[in-house]
């Protein structure tokens, strides 16, 4: 009798604690839906609108219509979600309008472009990508996460994670680079860091998946652009990162400005409704781009705004960002007849859960917390963390006779060019609240590193632009002064060794900056040939936000080191790198071209029906430049030397069911400690589908002391050599297959398989 009484105690136990695993989703689901059936359909089209702030939260609202619209909108539960209003005072101010007015109290969201930290900057996320560190970039995103929630916001509008192959495009700056899997694990990292273990925890932020789908594939690399790639493409190249991080699970989703296959994104319900929320489950909320609802009767795909959102909400666009679209015409779709409450309601559901999740039902006011926001926003601390990620992001180009690392007790140094003192540049675009010439500068950072008898002779040279550098303008470049020269020529002669700053202004990259010219602008070049004729010991520091354009710097400088737009610490973490006290250790995640003729460049292409010469000038090349790029995607150098063994697999013929071991040795045979990132490539020579020369697959950061050696592992599975048919289906073939490890896409060690049924 006991016994049965003790079965059927544990029998119950078991039954509760599998009700209280299921209990926190229930809560949502319950909580929801109650809410949903309180809601009349004004309230509920009121959920899928966002809008940008139409004056300055912390005060009243001006007299102007658009201003007192805005605040009877908010007022009366007709706005979901703002973005643009930041801090903590004008965040609590404008959540009180909502929850305190509204019939049922519902809280806004509060989104804003958090790229690459809020105050804090770091490095630019094609920089952190470089690092090919996961952990690094989760940091960066915590970090900004963190600052970001403290002054009220919930939601960010990243991470972008369009695969990018074009340097002309601006938007680069924003992505992992051309590669697909390595785009995949970053963003999942990124959302990692920004949305944490727990939503509702107050130092954690929604992130955005951006943009779905095909953006960074503009036509000429020009933002905004005509997309027109294949379903093959668009299934393997474009997609994998999304797909990565819906798994993963980010919370929203931002759909692109371009169209697929003649639809526009915003517009498409094979992307949004058919992939994105049946085939791969997706539960968040998809929100469009500024406008993009708007535009898809630019593109020519509806008549008017009212057509547009009614094809916007059946593709399954959730919330409408700055069209009004919805807010003008869904209620009147709906009474005729042409949109199916139903939609609505789903949508509706998806932002309420996020809400939920956010912890903004429990307390719509946590994240305005005015004492944390003066604790947290541009601590000690976070200046700390960015200037970590900034040196992992350095990637060292070239190092002839090893004038790197430089002594800290040099006798004399020249700084030179007209990015070396900048306090405003290395912040880079996209640069949330960051405070305008914050940075630390190069010439700072190296004043702060060297010995105290060490004389730095600065000059800038030239000017990079000329007048007004406000981001929203363009920019104007000098093209005619050289009146610095003679300047610059004096400081070179009279010192050991030339450091010279080249490369962009950061507003010469980023959303709407596009380029058909990735050279060095204005006079920097001519500087640079000038210096290279009175003292040949150039060390250039690269600060850009894109694959430049630069073989006379790559030829005819002793050193090329790129840094990218390094964020608020930028001049430290360079002085770091330079002077040794950290090892450069970062690869390059886009290729860079010779020259913009060779735009898009990428290592992953195919290899055409005619690859190779045979005594003829009629096969696949230039006939003024190789076919191959300046600086291959995974290129990196490091102080030290590491030497690579032959590669080994565990076997040459493998079934589908099991796995492929491949190993090889990495020593480093240099006088410094170093990292080194080994990357494993594929090959599937032969498919039902012509496949790319090389894919990367996998990838292990090591480090090595000097004169350490280590037997280096990969694991692939079958599912790891499968790709995408054009309809989407994925595909494990068998046959022979290349393995491909090394220190770059282009110097590798191979061995071979075969796969078999």
Not at 74 to 80: R, Y
Not at 126 to 143: N, T
Not at 149 to 160: E, V
Not at 567 to 578: K, Q
Request: aromatic share 8%; charged share 20%; with cysteine.
């Amino acid at each position: 009798m006991i016994k049965k009484v003790n079965l059927v105690i544990i029998l119950l136990l078991v039954l509760l604690s599998c009700n209280q695993e299921k209990n926190p989703q229930s809560k949502e689901d319950e909580f929801v839906s109650e809410l949903l059936g309180k809601m009349t359909l004004s309230e509920k089209i009121g959920q899928l609108n966002q809008h940008t702030s139409r004056w300055e939260m912390t005060g009243p609202a001006p007299k102007n219509n658009n201003s007192q619209d805005q605040l009877e909108q908010i007022k009366n539960g007709e706005v979901g979600a703002m973005l643009n209003v930041t801090g903590a005072d004008a965040t609590l101010n404008a959540q009180k309008l909502a929850v305190e007015n509204s019939r049922l109290g519902i809280p806004m969201i509060f989104g804003y472009d958090v790229i690459h930290g809020y105050q804090t900057m770091f490095p630019i996320p094609l920089a952190e990508a470089s690092s090919w560190d996961p952990e690094i970039v989760k940091l960066s995103a915590q970090v900004a996460a963190k600052e970001a929630s403290a002054a009220g916001l919930q939601w960010t509008f990243a991470p972008m994670m369009d695969v990018g192959r074009d340097a002309r495009w601006g938007r680069v700056m924003e992505g992992c680079g051309e590669d697909p899997y390595l785009a995949s694990v970053l963003s999942v990292a990124r959302i990692k860091g920004f949305q944490g273990t727990d939503l509702s925890a107050n130092n954690t932020i929604a992130a955005c998946a951006k943009h779905f789908a095909g953006y960074g594939f503009s036509e000429s690399g020009r933002d905004y652009n005509t997309v027109d790639i294949g379903s093959y493409t668009l299934h393997n190249i474009v997609l994998p990162p999304f797909k990565a991080v819906a798994e993963a699970g980010v919370s929203t989703f931002m759909n692109s400005f371009n169209i697929i296959n003649g639809t526009p994104s915003t517009a498409n319900p094979y992307l949004q409704r058919n992939l994105l929320k049946n085939k791969w489950n997706f539960k968040g909320f998809v929100v469009s781009d500024w406008g993009s609802i708007e535009e898809i009767s630019n593109h020519g795909a509806a008549e008017n705004l009212k057509e547009a959102g009614l094809l916007a909400i059946k593709a399954g666009s959730d919330m409408d960002m700055e069209s009004n679209a919805y807010s003008k015409y869904l209620n009147e779709l709906v009474d005729e007849g042409k949109v199916d409450e139903k939609l609505i309601d789903d949508a509706v559901k998806r932002i309420l859960k996020i809400k939920y999740k956010l912890g903004l039902f429990n307390d719509p006011y946590q994240y305005s917390n005015i004492e944390r926001e003066k604790k947290e926003i541009y601590s000690k601390e976070n200046r700390d963390a960015s200037r970590n990620v900034a040196r992992h992001s350095m990637v060292l180009l070239k190092n002839k006779a090893q004038l790197l690392p430089l002594s800290k007790q040099i006798k004399s140094i020249a700084l030179i060019g007209p990015l070396a003192d900048s306090k405003d540049i290395p912040l880079g675009s996209w640069r949330a609240k960051a405070i305008k010439n914050s940075a630390v500068s190069l010439l700072e950072g190296i004043q702060s590193a060297v010995s105290a008898k060490t004389k730095i002779n600065y000059s800038k040279g030239c000017n990079l632009t000329i007048g007004d550098r406000n981001f929203l303008q363009e920019l104007s470049y000098e093209q005619n002064d050289k009146s610095g020269f003679q300047d610059a020529i004096k400081a070179a002669q009279n010192s050991e060794v030339v450091i010279m700053a080249l490369g962009e202004d950061c507003w010469q990259s980023g959303e709407g900056r596009s380029q058909t010219d990735i050279r060095l602008k204005g006079q920097q070049l001519d500087l640079f040939n000038a210096v290279k004729k009175v003292n040949k010991n150039i060390v250039v520091v690269l600060m850009n936000g894109r694959p430049l354009a630069i073989p006379e710097i790559a030829e005819n400088a002793d050193a090329v080191l790129e840094t990218w737009f390094g964020g608020s610490e930028a001049g430290n973490a360079i002085a770091d790198v330079l002077f040794g006290d950290y090892n450069p250790s970062g690869k390059l995640t886009m290729s860079f071209p010779r020259n913009v003729g060779q735009c898009p460049i990428y290592y992953n292409h195919m290899n055409t029906g005619r690859p190779t010469s045979t005594n003829n000038v009629f096969w696949s090349h230039y006939t003024d430049a190789p076919n191959t790029p300046l600086y291959p995607f995974g290129y990196g150098l490091s102080y030290t030397t590491f030497v690579y063994g032959e590669a080994s697999i565990n076997s040459g013929e493998i079934k589908k069911d099991e796995t492929i071991e491949i190993k090889i040795s990495l020593a480093n045979t240099g006088k410094y400690e170093g990292e080194e990132v080994v990357q494993l490539y594929i090959q599937d020579p032969k498919a039902t589908y012509a496949r790319p020369v090389k894919e990367l697959k996998q990838f292990k950061k090591i480090k090595l002391k000097p004169d350490e050696n280590i037997m280096v592992s990969f694991t692939l599975k079958p599912e790891d050599l499968g790709y995408y048919s054009p309809e989407g289906e994925f595909l494990i073939e068998s046959g022979e297959y290349h393995i491909y490890v090394g220190g770059n896409s282009q110097e590798v060690r191979q061995v071979s398989f075969t796969l078999i049924d």
